[in-house]
């Protein structure tokens, strides 16, 4: 898992940053796949206004991405699905269901540890999940198409651009769930 996050403005490159990175794995002939996290309380992109989120990337499952999930579609050449995109709308809603059913057993729901381990959940399950790859690679001047032999095949590489700025109050739960990420 290899985390790309940002200073202190929104908005200044680090989804083709972190595209980019994907390219030099791919390059190398690692598997690669991608997970956007965006920090905001809406469950996806679909209901935000484009003036202030900018346009939205519509996914082949149909889910309503932010537009930097279009840009590690085509540069990694792979297929993403919804659970490419985490947002902190998606994940409590998420650990809200689960209370809901009773899976905490009565236990106070709380951002540690209940938040930063849904959060770390989804991030192990998107980098664990085989994509679907859309187009042939070169390897040593040959076409080869890798998608019969690579889809069922786990990524070896799961790029996470933490969006937003990184001192924002509603980034920490994330912060915190991969920073015990990096611990375990």
């Given at each position: 898992i290899v985390v790309v996050?940002?200073?202190?403005l929104s908005g200044i490159g680090k989804g083709v940053t972190a595209s980019s990175i994907g390219v030099l794995f791919r390059a190398m002939n690692y598997r690669v796949t991608a997970l956007k996290?965006?920090?905001?309380?809406?469950?996806?992109?679909?209901?935000?206004?484009?003036?202030?989120?900018?346009?939205?990337?519509?996914?082949?499952d149909g889910g309503e991405t932010d537009l930097d999930l279009g840009n590690y579609e085509r540069f990694l050449s792979v297929?993403?699905?919804?659970?490419?995109?985490?947002s902190t709308g998606k994940i409590y809603q998420s650990v809200i269901e689960r209370e809901r059913i009773g899976e905490y057993l009565g236990k106070t729901v709380q951002v540690v540890p209940h938040i930063s381990d849904a959060i770390?959940?989804?991030?192990?399950?998107?980098?664990?999940?085989p994509v679907s790859r859309f187009?042939?690679?070169?390897v040593e001047n040959k076409d080869v198409d890798h998608q019969e032999e690579?889809?069922?095949?786990?990524?070896?590489?799961c790029i996470v651009e933490l969006g937003g700025t990184l001192g924002d109050i509603e980034s920490m739960?994330?912060?915190?769930?991969?920073r015990q990420l990096q611990e375990n």
């Open positions: 996050t940002g200073g202190v996290i965006d920090p905001y309380l809406n469950v996806d992109a679909g209901t935000m206004s484009p003036f202030e989120h900018g346009e939205v990337f519509v996914l082949d297929s993403l699905t919804k659970d490419s995109n985490l770390q959940e989804w991030v192990l399950k998107v980098a664990e999940t187009s042939k690679q070169k690579d889809e069922e095949l786990p990524p070896e590489v739960p994330f912060v915190e769930a991969l």
